[in-house]
Nanobody, 121 residues
Framework: QVQLVESGGGLVQAGGSLDLSCAAS????????MGWYRQAPGRQRELVAQ???????NYQDSVKGRFTISGDFVSNIAYLQMNSLKPEDTAVYYC???????????????WGQGTQVTVSS
């Protein structure tokens, strides 16, 4: 079993900052990518930021310059630093990771339980 445990999130005023972290644990042979998605009420889940094992980063256009993703692929932890937060960033943020659990399995995508980020105006 692979578990993704998220921490961080909460309530912040517009212009403020929050940090999220996500740790992959359990049967983890290799993590290929880690990332954050978010889902606001009535909207589809969308990619926020992603980092690969080769440290290639990808961001949604609306967060470029404000959010920074980093990853430690030895400890299998990813971080999302969110600055200059806006009310439209309000959503449940989900950690996602592409993980190969064992030598006998292909990689698959795992999800965290989600953490609420609320930005007040």
């Amino acid at each position: 079993q692979v578990q993704l445990v998220e921490s961080g999130g909460g309530l912040v005023q517009a212009g403020g900052s929050l940090d999220l972290s996500c740790a992959a644990s359990g049967s983890v042979l290799r993590v290929y990518t880690m990332g954050w998605y978010r889902q606001a009420p009535g909207r589809q889940r969308e990619l926020v930021a992603q980092i690969t094992r080769g440290l290639v980063r990808n961001y949604q256009d609306s967060v470029k310059g404000r959010f920074t993703i980093s990853g430690d692929f030895v400890s299998n932890i990813a971080y999302l630093q969110m600055n200059s937060l806006k009310p439209e960033d309000t959503a449940v943020y989900y950690c996602s990771a592409d993980v190969q659990p064992t030598d006998h399995e292909n990689y698959r995508t795992y999800w965290g339980q989600g953490t609420q980020v609320t930005v007040s105006s």
